[in-house]
Structure formats: structure tokens, C-alpha cells
């Protein structure tokens, strides 16, 4: 999966305080990488979508989080975690077991507090959460999801 590359996208990263600073970061809607974790879990079972574990995590994001607290699942960070899970364990091979496995690992890297990109491991992607000292509040929401994911 490391081999794929992504495309670069300017991103601006203080949307907020109406910056215009941009910094470049892969994207990974076109990337070869999303289509190999694709096609691993094709490969493995056809009733295994990533799209829809994507879909799912989105809606409960859209359930369980409000406002600002929404930033603690971006889909490209929990695009990146899901290609962290995958590179460690490929064995993977159920909707449930990708969904909860990727919600762990955003967990363990709120915990570590560092989010390291798939393909650029020395950025962290939620310097932005360490910085602001929300770090606390995201873990305690993603456990909260963990913890009743049976109810979302």
C-alpha cells in the first residue's frame, strides 16, 4: 500500500482566522492508495466496502458530534487511520471489524497525540487539536462513539 502515491492539493489550514496561508497535502479522493485498500477488501470479500464504512463513520459523526466537535473525525483523517489499520493488520476482513478498528486507531493516535499521514509520516494532522488543547475533549467523544457505537 506505501508505494501508491497521491496527488497534491493546496489546503488551507486557519480557515477560521480568515489567513489566506496554504500548505500542500495529498490528496487521497484520486490517490492510488484509497483504490488499493479498495481492491485489498474486494480481494478479500466481496461485501466488504470501504465506501460504506466511510459512509457510516460520516453518519455518525453527523449524529454523535455537534459543531466544532465534528472536526474530530475529518474524512481524511479517518481515511488516513483506516490506511493505518489496513498496513497493520490485512487481515481485516469485515465492515464491523474495519469500522471499529478504525475508530481505535484514531483513539490510540489521540492518545499518542499525534496523527502521522499515511504516505508523509512525520506530519501530524491534528497539531491543529494539540495546539488548541482540545486533544482531552476528542478522545473522550471518540471513546463516548466506541463505547455506544451499538446505538448510532
Known sequence: ??????????????????????????SLNSAPVMQKV???FE??????????????????KNAALDGKEKDFLKS????QAM????????????EAHLLVSTLNKIL????????PSFLEPKRNLIFKLSRNGELDVAKNRVNEILNNLKSY
Open 1 to 26: 500500500i506505501k508505494e501508491a502515491r497521491g496527488n497534491l492539493v493546496a489546503k488551507s489550514i486557519e480557515k477560521e482566522e480568515n489567513r489566506s496561508s496554504i500548505i500542500w497535502r495529498l
Open 38 to 40: 479498495i481492491d485489498h
Open 43 to 60: 480481494n478479500l470479500d466481496s461485501s466488504c466496502s470501504v465506501r460504506k464504512v466511510l459512509r457510516l463513520i460520516k453518519d455518525i
Open 76 to 79: 481524511y483523517n479517518v481515511k
Open 83 to 94: 490506511l493505518w489499520c489496513v498496513d497493520e493488520n490485512p487481515s481485516i476482513s469485515t
Open 108 to 115: 490510540q493516535f489521540y492518545q499518542q497525540g499525534t496523527l
